[in-house]
């Protein structure tokens, strides 16, 4: 295999694309956060860590690309494992900027997040079937979403009559 990234590498050249954009997207977090009240610093830095962080594993994984033609499981689950924890609690974090919020939503998204990406890496991985690990992660997935939609972070958002942050709740596809 070659050591250049070629014009016509398609894979390659996504994973580029994706890891620059996602650095220009971590640095645009970063700046639009002086220009924002104090409440949403948190929230901002976290989503700026989360977009930096993916754009590491982009560009390991374009690296691992053009030198070998493989992206390994291992490094999109890596990824996985540390991003989607992040940008789930990043609801937790907007919502205790704006009200009082129990602690126990924080670990019940931190939990129902790593239930659906480790269920989902041990069935790809050969530890569980890969029908059960998909079938757990779904359930995590569902835990997540009924969570944020008609949980206690459902109705949290619902009483919190802050307009941005029921907009960002509104907005998850």
């Not at 956060?33 to 560009?59: C, D, E, Q």
């Amino acid at each position: 295999m070659n050591k250049l990234l070629l014009p016509q590498d398609v894979v390659g050249g996504s994973f580029w694309l994706i890891s620059v954009a996602m650095i220009g997207a971590a640095i645009f977090f970063f700046l639009e956060r002086g220009r924002l009240s104090p409440k949403w610093g948190t929230a901002m830095n976290l989503v700026g860590v989360i977009a930096l962080m993916s754009s590491i594993h982009y560009f390991y994984a374009k690296n691992l690309w053009v030198m070998n033609g493989q992206a390994p499981t291992a490094l999109r689950y890596i990824d996985w494992i540390l991003t989607f924890p992040l940008s789930i609690l990043t609801f937790y974090v907007m919502l205790k900027s704006v009200t009082d919020v129990k602690r126990g939503m924080f670990w019940r998204l931190l939990v129902g997040t790593l239930i659906w990406v480790i269920a989902q890496l041990l069935g790809a991985y050969g530890y569980m079937s890969v029908t059960l690990g998909f079938l757990v992660g779904i359930v995590g997935w569902l835990y997540i979403i009924g969570e944020l939609y008609m949980g206690d972070a459902g109705r949290t958002n619902a009483s919190c009559n802050n307009d941005s942050v029921q907009m960002a709740f509104l907005q998850i596809d």
